[in-house]
């Protein structure tokens, strides 16, 4: 069964790290150039990033993630490029398509967003374990069962998207047409989408049934089968990325006067 | 008032939760497969609010958001968290006013959900996208508004606009047509206002 999870464990050392120091750094990457609000600060920390994802090996699964989001970021250089209200100096034209600085500029901002903020997750998301961050939250107060609802969801989804390609067959076999016009495609919706929702829905039942069986709703405080080992590095980093967002802050206040 | 947000946390609404995000998913799933120009990824949050009220229909929504976009690296729809909250507590809070009872009466649901999808996406667009949705109609819209030279924010509002209202009333049928074919036995399980009955 295939998991959603994008999680790869290379045993690098983002992959020992604590996920909440992964955390703290998705927020200096992406707090710094909006404090800063230059725009040379997002190629740097796009770079930072990319650095990390080598250094855990994990490049190739981050270059599906950055094909996804260039699609929208072209629209956006398309449509901010044309039609921006600001567009005075004209940069280029193809054709009859004329391309403004302006624009062009702003669309560049909004791009190196999305790019930055897309990297530095893609650093939490390939190097973090959903469970791991599950236990790491439940340590640290964050209450059991909002834990279960995270966990459940994957085991949950591979179950579901058996019943899925099973329906798929089965009303394919019956003469459902999934193909064609829209209206066909929007016709086969239903019957595909209903069964399934309906068998997780009565699932919903037993499984509650089960869980109360074996005292999920006690109040008592839980123990965990397994320690997570102490690592040096967290907390040095920890301390940098804090010192890093305190002088961009400070840098910014300065360079206002 | 106290009965419109009466929400029982128990175990049957918590296994509820993460039933709606699958649910959420293959809904989405489907759409792509079909190729419909639609999202249609808030499905299961609109039936986790109709069962069991406007809280968790807003865990629901948020819970979605957040779970993918930590997970699948999908991390635009982690800014969208808001919005799914918005649709499952307004969703939530018209099926608890008696919304969903009847198909016309569900359509008007629908609309109150697209209504609160649009008005929190749209500055969200605005300030993350510039404006564009990411679906290939409203955008195309958005562009022609552009180049009459409308504001950005109106631009934006009927890109949204144009894209999800139809989208939650598809969303909203379909969980109506659900919900209808749900035996009473697990509806009774999320019912807030239900009383047991002892016989002594």
Redesign the interface.
Known sequence: MKS????VDRGSWLNRLHPYTKLLYILTAIGIPLIGGKLWLFPFLIGCSLCLLISAKTLRQTLP?IG??FT?II??F???G????QNQQLLFSVGFLRFYKEGIL??TR?GC??LN??LS??V???TTS?QE?VDELEKSGFSP??G???N???Q??PQ?MAT?DTI?DAQRSRGLE?EGN?MV??K???P???P???S??????E??IA??VRG??RKQKKTWLSDRPKHKEDRVIRVILIVLILATVVWRILSCR | MKTIFKTKLNTATIVLIPACIGINYLGKLFASLLKLPLWLDSIGTCIGACLGGPIIGAICGAANNLIYGLTTGDNITLIYALTSLGIGFVVGILARLGFMTSFPKALICACGGGIAAVVISTPLNILFWGGTTGNFWGDALFAATQAAGMPVAVGSLLDELVVDVPDKLLTLIIVYLILKGLPKKLTALYDANAKIERLD
Not at chain 1, 4 to 7: A, D, E, G, N
Not at chain 1, 82 to 85: A, G, K, M, S, V
Request: net charge positive; glycine share 2%.
């Open positions: 959603i999870s994008l999680y993630l996804f989001s929208v629209v956006i398309l449509i901010q044309l039609f921006n209200h702003y669309a909004i967003n999305i903020m897309l997750f893609a939490f998301i390939l959903p961050l069962k909002f279960y609802i995270i459940s969801v994957f949950i989804l579901m899925k798929m999934t829209l495609r929007m086969a919706f239903l595909l989408i209903s399934v929702v309906m997780a829905l009565t699932n919903t039942r499984r509650s869980l109360e999920f709703g």
